[in-house]
């Protein structure tokens, strides 16, 4: 019963920003790794930034510098701010995160996914 709930996508102009939210919830323990994902249609998915459970960061070559991964662990909530956006990072951004249950079951969970649209 653990869910990953997006928000915040939507349509931008180049150059502009948006700040993407994720929130977990149902039966949870813990959470150890979050991560944004995106994906194009026809490609495959990759990974657009991680952060761990204790905050240290991980971020894909393309976005480093005008991307900044962020959670709020009381909240079971990351963040993707993403500023100077670029056409070709229209996607569908993904979710991710490896949650232990109450059951102590560890598995890894994604979210529905929310579409980001940088078009002028």
């Known amino acids: 019963q653990v869910q990953l709930v997006e928000s915040g996508g939507g349509l931008v102009q180049p150059g502009e920003s948006l700040r993407l939210s994720c929130a977990a919830s149902?039966?949870?323990?813990?959470?150890?790794?979050m991560g944004w994902y995106r994906q194009v249609p026809g490609k495959q998915r990759e990974l657009v930034a991680s952060i761990t459970n204790l905050g240290s960061t991980n971020y894909a070559d393309s976005v480093k510098g005008r991307f900044t991964i962020s959670r709020d662990n009381a909240k079971n909530t990351e963040y993707l701010q993403m500023n100077t956006l670029r056409s070709e990072e229209t996607a569908v951004y993904y979710c991710n995160a490896d949650i232990r249950d109450q059951l102590w079951r560890l598995r890894n969970y994604w979210g529905q996914g929310t579409q980001v649209t940088v078009s002028s």
């Open positions: 149902g039966s949870i323990f813990s959470i150890n790794t």
